[in-house]
C-alpha cells in the first residue's frame, strides 16, 4: 500500500493513541490524555447507567432518571451564566488595561474612561480623565508625545509579555485560539489538562491583557475555550458527568455555543458555530442543537445584565444610516470583494502555516516569551505610523462600518471626497500590515483569537473597494452602469461602509470556510438584516475561491492536522474502486487474542507488551469479538496473584464451550464488548470512512465467513484523510524540532 | 416480542414497501413509487458512475467529473431563480384574485389594486380603484353592504371549490402542505408522482387560489413543494439525475431551502429550515447545507428583483419603531406567552389529528369538495363578524406587529386605551375561531401551509397579553414591578406590538417544535434583531411545554406518521437493555435463497411468490451475501430462458467453491452486494437503531459466528419508534374507512 502510516505520521501508538506528555496513571481516568474515548462504549455505559436509574423501585425509579437530566439542564444554564458573567467582566478589564495605556482617572486608580466619565453630560468635557501628560503635568508638546508613545508602547508590551509569561508557566494549553483543540475533544479526543480550572484562570487573564495590548489578536476563539473550561469545572462537582466522557462531551457543545455567543453578542450565531463548526460528532442533532440554543440565551441574557459597553446593545459594530435599495452593478464590486477575500484568506493559512513551522524548527522555538515581546513591540510601534491601525482593531472596524453622516464625527476624514486617494492607500496600507502581523501573532505562547484582525483586513479592504466604487461613480454619474443611481449628486448612491461589512464577511469566509454561521454572526454584528443577500453572496464566492486554492477547510482543520489530533474532518471522502480490505490492518500485522491459548500470565505480559487500546479475539481464526486493554487489566490482575498463588497456570477462555474445564479455564466471555461493527472486506472504503465519521467509531473488525480478516482504527481513517495536507503532526506534542 | 408488527402498523409488504396506488411496471423505474431507496446501493451506483468518469482518458477524464458537478449547481441556481420568480408572481396573482374580491380597476380587469393606483401620490385617494359597488353603480346603502359581503363570500367559495376541484381531478398529491411527503422523500422513501410538473402546475394554481380565498392557511408548506417539483423538474433533463435517486434528493433538500427562502423573504431561515426539519439524511452535511445557501440565496434575489409587494424589501412584517431596550419584568408575561404557545400549539396538534381521523373515517371521506366549499362560506362568514378576521391573515399579523404611533393610522383602534377590554376580548375571539377554523382547514383537499395560521393565532394572542400588560402598567406605574419603566407616563413601556411577536414564536414553536430555524425566520420576518433574545427565550419555554404535553416531534412528524411513510424520526432512541436479537425478523421467518440449492426455475418462481426488495443468501446457514430482487430477476430471466430452451436445469450458485460445474451450476456471485451490514445480534438495540438513523440503511443482517440469525429491515425501525403514536398509518394510501 502506498499510504503513509498514520502512526509514523503523528507520532501515534498503533491503535492511535498520541503519547501523552504526562503519563497519567491509568487509575486516574479510564483514558489517559491523548487517547481516543470510544463512543460505543461510553454509549453504552450511559445506556447500562440509565437502565440502572429505571429498574429502582416506586417513585426512585422515576425521578432519579430525571434528577439526571435536570442537572444537565443545570450545567447548562450555569455555564452559559458564568460565560456570559465573565465575558463582560473580561470586556471591563480589557477596557480598564486598554485605557491605562492612555491616561488615568482622577477619581482612582482602577475606574476604567467609561466609568470616570459616566457622569459628564454628552457635549461636555470629561474633566476627570487625565492623559498621562496631564496627569503627571508634562507641560511641553514634545515631551508629551514622548511620554505618551512611551507608556504605549511599554505597557504593550508588559501587557503582551506578562500573558505570554502567566501562559507558558502554569498553563500551556491556554496559548492560541484553543478551537482546534476543543474540535478534537468533542471528536472524542481526551485532553483533561486543556479544561483544567487553571487553564480557565490563566486563558481569561492572558486573554485579558493581550487584547489589551493591541497586538493583531480578537478574543472569539478564546472565549469558546474560556466557556468549554467553565462547563468542564461545573460539572466535575456531579459524579453524573466525572464518570461520562459522552456526557462531558454534550456539555461542552453547548457551552461551545455560548462562547460565541458572548464573544460576538450573538446569540443565534453562537448556535450556528457549535452547529457547523465544532459539532461533528452529535449522536443526536437535535438535542445538541437544543442544549447550544439554550446555553447560547442565557449566556447573551447574561452580558447584556453585565452590560459592559454602557449601551444595553448585544450588537457590536451597529450599522448605521444604512439605505434599503442596492443596485444590480455593485454585485461586481461585492463579488470582487468576494474573490479578494477568498484568495487572501487562503493565503493567510498558508503563511501562517509556515511562520508556524518556522518558528517550531528555528531557535524561535525555545524563546516564546521574547518573541511575544518583540512582536508587541513591533506591533504597537506599526500602530503609531500607519492611522487606521492606532486604534483597537474592535474600534477601527466600528468606524470603518459606519457610513459618512455629514451630523457625525468623520472618523479621521474617511468620507472626505478630496482625499480619495490617500485614504484608499491607508487602508490597503493597514490591511497589509495587519495580514502580517496576523499570520505571524496566530500561533504565539499566548491566548489569541483569529476573528476579529480578519474582520478588520476585510473591513478596510472592502472600505477602500468602496471608496473607489463611490468615486467612480461620482467622477462618472451619467456612465449606463450607473444610471440606477438617483440624479441627484448630492443624494449617496453607494455606501462605502456597508462594502467594509461585505469585505470582512469574505475574508472571514476565506479564512474559516465558514458559511452560514458566519452569515448570521456578521449580520447580528451589524444589524444590516435588509442587506443579508449581498453578504450571503460574497462569502459564496469567498468559499468557492478559497476552495479552489486548497480544500484545506478553514484554518482550524489545518491547525488539527499540524497539531496531529485524531479528529476525523468531515470531508465527502470518494475512493477510486478501493475497498475495505485495502484499508485495513490485515490479520498478520494484528496482536489477537487467541482464545484458550494463552495462561493468565501469558496474557498479562501481552498486555503489557502492546499498550493498545483493545484486543481482538478469535478462536481459530473465527472471530470471537473485542476486549479492551481496561477490562482486561483489570480482570486479569487478580485471577494472575490466584493462580500465582495456587500455583496453578489457568488458560484464559472467551467462548464456553463444552470443553470449558472450570479448574484448568478461566471464562473471560464476559469480557466482549457487546457493541463490535463488523464489515466484510469487500465493502467500499467510502462507506467504512462514512462509518466513521458518522458514528464516531474508534475501530471496526473485518471478516469473511465469520473469520477475522483485519481491522481499521480511526487513526487509519485519519491518517487517509488528513495524508494530503503535507504538514501533518509538524506540530504535534512530543515532536522536536529538527 | 410485545411490539407491534410494523407491516400490520404500516399496510407495508414485509420489507417495507408501501403497496402503490398506482403500480407502474419494474421497467418504468428502478424502485417503484411507495418504496424505499437503498441509499448504500445508491451510493456505490454513484461511486461506479465517478469513477467510470475518472478512468476516460486524457481530458475526458477531468473534464466530465467537473461537467457533472456544474450540472448539478446548474439545476441548483436554476431552481433557485424558478422559485424566487413563481414566488413573486404567485403572489402578484394572489393579490389580484384577493382583491377582485372588493372591487375592480378602471384601466382593466387584470390590474390588481397596486398596480392600478401606481401613479397615485401618498395622501391623495385613488380614483381608478372601483369598489363592485362603485363599478356597477349601486347607490344605496344598503344594496352597497349586501352585493360587497356577496362577492366576498362568494369569490371565496368560488376560489376554494375551484382549487379543490383541481386538486381532486387532477393531482391529489397537491393537497396539504407537503412538508411531510418531503421529508419522507428525502429519507428515502419513493413517490414520483408527488414530484410530478402536473402537481407542479396544479399546486401553484391550487395555492394562488386557496390562499386567495382567505381560508385560515398559509402558502410556506406549499411553496416548499413547489420548489421540489421545479428542482425535480429540471433535474429531468439531465441523465445524470434521472439514473440517480440519490443525487435527486440532493437537490431535492437545497430545493427546500429555496422555497421556505421565498415563502418568508428570509434566505437564512430557509437554510436553517433546510438543515432542522427536513435534512435528516444528509451524507455530508457541509455539502447540502452549501448548496442550500446558495439555492436559498439565489430564489431571495429572484424574489427581490420580481419585487411582489412593491417595497423592494424582503422583509414581510416589518416591526418597526421598537425600542431598544426591555425590562426585566416583562420576562413574566413573555415566560407565560411560551407557555400558552406551548399548550396551544399541541392542542392544536391534537385537535387536528382528531379531525383528520374524523374526515377520513365518517362520510365527509366521500364529499372532499363539499367539505372545503362549506368552510370556505363559514370562513368567510365569520371573518365578517369579528374585525380583526376580516382581512387576509398577513395583513392582519403585520397590523397586530406594529406598534402604536401617534403619526399613523391605528388599525381598528388598537391603540385606544379606553377600548382595553373589548380588544383584548376580540382579539382572543379571533384567535378562537382562528384555532378551530386552522385545526378544520389544515388537511383538506386544497394546497394548505399552517405557518401563517399559527402565526396570526399567536399574533392575537400576543397582543391580547401586550394590551393587557401596559394597561396593567398603566393603571399601577407606580408598582414596584414597574419601577425600571420610564416615570414620565407619556413614554410608552411597554410594547404591546412586539408581544405579538413574541406569541407568534411561542404559538409555531408549540405547533412545530423547531427552534433555531424558527428564530431566525422569525427575525428574519420582523427585522426585530435587538430583540433575539426574548424570542428565544419565548420558543424555548413553548417547546419545552409542549414536549411535556406529548413527545410527538410537531405536526409534521404526526402526519407523517399517519400517513404512515417510511420514515425514521431522528428522536433520541433508549432501549431498556434489548438487543439487536429482540429487533431482529429471526432467520426463520425470513425468505433465504440457499446457495445451490435452487435452479433457475424454482429461484424465478421465489422472486415472484415473495415480492421483497432483497434476500439473504446462505450457504448451510453461512451467510454468503445479499442478493436484490431486482438484480436477480434481471439476470435469471435469460437464463431461465436458455434452460428452458435446451432443456437442462442448472443450479444457482453464488460461490465459486471447488464443486462448481459449468454445466450444471450457474454462476451467481457477482450479484451479491458489496456494502451490506453485519452486526452480531447481542449489539444493542439503541445502536441498531442509531446506524439505522445516521447511515440510512435499508437493512442490517444479523450473524453469529458467520452464520445468519436475522435481519432488521428499515420498516422494522419505523415501527419500533412510531408505536407510541395510537393513530400510525391511519391515514395512509389505500386504507378504506370503517
Redesign the interface.
Known sequence: MSRPDPAELYELTEDGQVPSPTHPTHAQSKYPDGSSIDW?QE??AE??H??LL?AQHGVRGLLLPWLDACRMWLVVILTGLGVGLTGGWLDVLVKWLGDLREGRCIYGFFYNQVACCSDVKPGEVCDAWLTWGEYLNVQMMFSQSLLHSFVYVSLAVAYAGSAAVLVKTYAPYAFHTGIPEIKAILGGYVLTAFLSPWTLLIKGLGLALSVASGLSLGKEGPLVHVSCCFAYLISRLFEQFRNSEAQQRKLLAAAGAAGVSVAFGS??GG??FG??ELD?FS?????V??RG??A??VA??AL?WVNPFGT????LFQVTSLS??WRAFELIPWLTLGVIGGILGSLLIKLNVEIALYRRNSSLNDWPILEVVAVSAITAAVSYLVVFSRVQASELVANLFQECDPTKIDYHGLCNPTAMWENVFLLLLAAALKFMLTAWTFGMMIPAGIFLPTIAIGACIGRAVGILTQGLQRAYPTAWIFLSCPPDPTVPCVSPGFYSVIGASAMLGGVTRM??SL??IL??LT?A??H??PI??SV?AA?WVADAFGKDGGIYAVWIAMRGYPWLP???F????E?GAHLMRPVLRLVVIEDGQRTTAELDALLNQHDFHGYPVTREQ???GFATRDKLQLVIAPLLAEDVDSGRARRCRFSKGSSFDSETDVDLSGLLE???????P???K??VV??FQ??NLRQIIF?T???LTGMVTKADVVGLLTCNFPHTASLAAGRRPG
Chains 1, 2 share one sequence.
Open positions: 460505543l454509549e453504552a445506556r447500562e440509565t437502565n429505571r446569540p443565534l448556535v450556528l452547529l457547523e461533528t449522536s443526536n442533532e437535535t438535542e442543537m437544543w440554543f439554550v447560547s440565551a447573551a441574557m447584556s444595553s446593545k448585544l450588537v434599503d435599495t458559511t452560514i452569515v448570521v449580520f447580528e444589524g438584516l435588509s443579508v443577500l450571503m453572496v459564496m468559499k468531515p470531508v465527502d470518494h475512493d477510486k474502486g475497498t473465527e472471530f470471537l457487546a457493541a463490535v461493527l463488523q464489515l466484510r469487500e465493502v467500499p467510502e462507506l462514512s462509518m458518522k458514528l471478516t465467513k465469520g473469520k
